[in-house]
């Protein structure tokens, strides 16, 4: 089992910064993937940056250049730097990690974090 904890969201104005960080507990050993992903009302959750445990990220288009991922291992947190917010980037954000025992895979999701963009 993994639990997640997310923090970092809140109120920021179009332009500024935020970063959200995702820490992993229990079998986090076994953890092979962490991303972010988020959710706007009346829309579907999609995917704003992944990390894979060999280092390989991916971004979703309308965040790249602007959102950076990253992971520290001695913590088992991984961060969302956010920059040049928009008013699109309002969502609930919410941290995902995909856990591997030998063929089977395991998806746990952390609670969500609001992040609003506004002036």
């Known amino acids: 089992q993994v639990h997640l904890v997310e923090s970092g969201g809140g109120l920021v104005q179009p332009g500024g910064s935020l970063r959200l960080s995702c820490t992993a507990s229990g079998s986090s050993s076994d953890i092979r993937f962490m991303g972010w992903y988020r959710q706007a009302p009346g829309k579907q959750r999609e995917l704003v940056a992944g990390l894979s445990s060999g280092g390989a990220s991916n971004y979703g288009d309308s965040v790249k250049g602007r959102f950076t991922i990253s992971r520290d291992n001695a913590k088992n947190t991984v961060y969302l730097q956010m920059n040049s917010l928009k008013p699109d980037d309002t969502a609930v954000y919410y941290c995902?990690?995909?856990?591997?025992?030998?063929?089977?895979?395991?998806?746990?999701w952390g609670q969500g974090t609001q992040v609003t963009v506004s002036s």
């Open positions: 995902n990690a995909v856990r591997m025992v030998g063929p089977i895979t395991f998806d746990y």
